[in-house]
């Protein structure tokens, strides 16, 4: 007998359907995965199962019974925790009172007993294996940190049926490996999980079975044995694992673009130089920590303390000057598309108008039709899913908040753009939509840095790979050397640091 039964499940947004009529059960004690494109439903059916919407059709029974999930605190009651891939927590409040929010202890039934509060909290955090000082603001965690917070939250409700939704996404590899044990310990322990994730090998390992939703309606469901990568990108997106990376051409490349030599910040990288050749994709492969992201801030003038040489086209920039690194024709596409690359609350419009507010300035008036006309050409041509050019960002999908931060720099123009982290959080259909992009970018003679984490995103798009550990450039490979073993191992510092003859490093 099904523990979990979605019947006939529909949700509607301001006339966009997210669910139409999904049915699936979900067994007793099994790790059950929901797999699609961004935008494909999967968060929002679980947000359903949590409460957070209320479905516009069909039914939820749980156990045999349908529950009452009008809120979050219903949910609760019927057993259902949900840890969300946006992180909501009170940023000026303690990690210990975080945790404990809706549930604080009290003394004479009115006083809160914080050494009480702080005692629960570390037991919520040690269940999950986090050691946290609970008296730290969350404003001053990590992504990293505040994640694994949610998680003991919710698993702290001890609850029968808990949802994840692309919890790894802001973990490193360690901490994912943790959270997985964790996952597998209270699946031992009778725990019915929910796991939404974008991630096939976290799938594969965590995974009972997995259900896939396209365009909000249900397509089907692979048994353990069934699943297989092509199976799964066969499903959500129709058509082939093959088709699932765009793979960087060979081409001739222009003039040097960037160059940048003996570029140094403190306790960031050191003696660092590279050039990067119009049409060129030039990838960086490196741990966390290794110094490339900074790197990038540093090229963009974000880097009060760098210094070294760093020219675009001939001309030498003002190093800790954004304006300088505009005006030379440079674009960041940053790590963090909701905190650093979007309004969240503004529209698709304004948010790619942002970049070109200068050059949309009449006589002390914007010229809202051109800016409305440029914004939609390039919703177009990136193909952005939205019910609206007026529709909020935070209404989007996660690829298709990603496509919004590029079309602002295409708005702009230039000659490099620096991508970090470009497919972070985004599905399948959404990646190889962005790869395809940045490649064809790169054939009209952009010059693009590349910073990944995942290496078969850096080894397919890149046409020169440099890598970096502990702050320095150790070593380089053309693409046609390149492998993922000889790439980790120059990055973990399992061979010796190599550059060809003729590097420009």
């Known amino acids: 007998m099904s523990f979990i039964e979605f019947r006939s499940v529909s949700k509607v947004f301001g006339g966009v359907t997210a669910l139409h ?22 968060s929002t059916l679980g947000k359903t199962l949590a409460g957070i919407h209320r479905p516009d059709g069909g039914e939820i029974h749980i156990d045999g019974e349908r529950p009452n999930l ?35 202890p009290k003394r004479l039934g009115l006083i809160l007993d914080q050494g009480a509060m702080r005692h629960l909290a570390r037991e ?12 730290v603001m969350m404003r001053d965690l990590s992504t990293a940190q505040e994640q694994l917070v949610q998680i003991a939250a919710a698993v702290g409700t001890n609850p029968r049926i808990l949802i994840f939704d692309e919890p790894t996404s802001s973990l490193s590899e360690p901490e994912a490996h943790r959270l997985f044990e964790l996952i597998e310990k209270l699946k031992a322990e009778g725990l019915t999980t929910i796991y939404v994730s974008h991630r096939m090998p976290e799938l594969f390992r965590l995974c009972d079975r997995i259900s896939v939703l396209r365009d909000g309606q249900y397509v089907g469901t692979l048994a353990k044995e069934e699943m297989t990568q092509d199976a799964v990108v066969q499903m959500m997106i129709g058509r082939s694992v093959q088709d699932y990376y765009s793979n960087a051409e060979p081409r001739e490349f222009g003039k040097t ?14 003696d660092v130089g590279f050039e990067i050749r119009a049409g060129e994709i030039v990838g960086f492969a490196g741990l966390v920590g290794a110094g490339r992201s900074e790197i990038a801030r540093a090229v963009f003038g974000l880097d009060p303390n760098a210094r070294g040489s760093v020219s675009i086209e001939g001309g030498g920039l003002k190093l800790g000057s954004v304006k300088g690194a505009l005006k030379a024709g440079a674009a960041l596409v940053p790590e963090d598309r909701k905190r650093q690359g979007c309004v969240l609350g503004m529209s698709c419009t304004e948010n790619i108008s942002m970049a070109i ?19 939609a050409d390039l919703i177009g041509q990136l193909r952005v899913k939205t019910s609206s050019l007026d529709a909020p960002v935070n209404s989007l999908s ?32 959404a990646k190889a939509a962005i790869h395809a992009l940045l490649d064809d970018l790169a054939g009209k003679g952009l010059a693009i840095m590349l910073i990944s984490s995942e290496l078969p995103e850096v080894l397919n798009l890149s046409h020169r790979i440099l890598v970096m550990r502990d702050g320095q450039l150790v070593g380089e490979f053309a693409k046609a050397e390149a492998s993922q073993e000889a790439v980790l191992r120059m990055m973990a510092g399992a061979t010796e640091s190599r550059f060809p003859a003729n590097s420009t490093i």
């Open 70 to 104: 009008s809120t979050p605190r219903q949910a609760i009651a019927a057993g259902v925790a949900m840890v969300h891939q946006e992180l909501a927590f009170c940023p000026d409040l303690s990690v210990a009172e975080n945790l404990c929010l809706g549930r604080y």
């Open 21 to 42: 009529e999904v049915s699936l059960s979900v067994a007793r004690g099994e790790c059950h995965g929901l797999m699609g494109e961004n935008g494909a439903g999967k």
């Open 257 to 270: 673009i960037l160059s940048v030599k003996n570029l140094r910040s403190p306790g960031m990288f050191k």
């Open 124 to 135: 919520l955090l040690a269940r999950v294996g986090v050691e946290l000082d609970v008296n």
């Open 357 to 375: 507010l200068d050059r949309l300035n009449y006589a002390g008036f914007l010229d809202r039709k051109r800016e409305k006309s440029i914004a």
């Open 398 to 429: 996660g690829g298709n908040q990603q496509k919004i931060v590029i079309a602002k720099w295409l708005a702009r123009g230039g000659k490099l753009l620096i991508v970090d982290e470009p497919t972070r959080g985004v599905d399948v259909g």
